[in-house]
């Protein structure tokens, strides 16, 4: 399978910080790539699709960037709301397993 | 409006054989954009993708957990099932089904998520 592999895996950050997830894939994925939002003892919230499509309805705040191999989510300015664990997640083909990342928890 | 609900027992013992039913609504299982997938999260662990399954019957599971589960579907009834052999307490996790679309390989829509724990 791909591994996928985030940095950093938490983080304490303020309301208003500027807020940058990185995630590499272990073998070339082209941009599929897509960023989910998790909350405690919810479900996950897709927030951007093929490495920098924001899903509708997301906070223009989340910004996604990057091809290949690395990628990135940034959060311009934090929000109270964005205290969450952010999981990113690779769909290179339709017939080869998916696999997300470890997770980055934002923690006030 | 798309949803989707997962059902299953709740507890199940060692060795025995897992069954999760996810029935969809909003959308169809024969439409060619859409499939369904599952995906489960142990408490307090990151999620993990288990397989997806597509309209046309395409497959693909984890390759570290594919010889214990298979996936299908019973379009008449909207449903996806999962079913997982051999459980063993490390199983024990919030399993999830969610909507992809094959278009943009993404899953939109996400269920609530079932828990299961697996002991004797």
């Known amino acids: 399978d791909i591994q996928m592999t985030q940095s950093p895996s938490s983080l304490s950050a303020s309301v208003g910080d500027r807020v940058t997830i990185t995630c590499r894939a272990s073998q070339y994925i082209s941009y599929y790539l897509n960023w989910y939002q998790q909350k405690s003892g919810k479900a996950p919230k897709l927030l951007i699709y093929a490495a920098s499509n924001l899903q509708s309805g997301v906070p223009s705040r989340f910004t996604g960037s990057g091809s290949g191999t690395d990628f990135t989510l940034t959060i311009s300015s934090l929000q109270p709301e964005d205290f969450a664990t952010y999981y990113c997640q690779q769909t290179y083909s339709a017939l080869w397993p998916w696999t997300f990342g470890q997770g980055t928890k934002v923690e006030i | ?120």
């Open chain 2, 1 to 120: 409006q798309v949803t989707l609900k997962e059902s299953g027992p709740v507890l199940v013992k060692p060795t025995e054989t897992l069954t999760l039913t996810c029935t969809v609504s909003g959308f169809s299982l024969t439409n060619a954009r859409m499939g369904v997938g599952w995906i489960r999260q142990p408490p307090g662990k990151a999620l993990e993708w288990l397989a997806h399954i597509f309209s046309n019957d395409e497959k693909s599971y984890s390759t570290s957990l594919e010889s214990r589960l298979t996936i299908s579907k019973d379009t008449s009834n909207s449903q996806v099932v999962l079913t997982m052999t051999n459980m063993d307490p490390v199983d024990t996790a919030t399993y999830y089904c969610a909507r992809i679309l094959r278009t943009t390989m993404i899953t939109d829509y996400w269920g609530q998520g079932t828990l299961v724990t697996v002991s004797s």
